[in-house]
């Protein structure tokens, strides 16, 4: 597929998991890719096959975990 720019926002407790292995692939493809999630999150890795911007939130993990 011809690469184009894709920005990926997903929100916290989504389907990061599944949704990251299709980034890795469209990366693999020639897509730009561009993720932004939250500064405190749960299982949001970065790999070399995109780009991460983080932004601030007013809650911390231990919060999150508490809440679910």
């Known amino acids: ?3 184009g720019k894709l920005l990926v926002v997903p929100m916290v407790g989504s389907h990061w ?7 890795e692939k469209l990366s693999e493809r020639g897509h730009e890719v561009v993720v932004l999630a939250p500064e405190e999150s ?3 890795e970065t790999t070399e096959a995109y780009k ?7 809650h911390t993990v231990q919060e999150l975990d508490n809440a679910f």
């Open 1 to 3: 597929s011809d690469g």
């Open 17 to 23: 998991l599944s949704l990251q292995e299709v980034v």
């Open 42 to 44: 749960w299982l949001m």
């Open 52 to 58: 991460v911007v983080t932004y601030p939130v007013s």
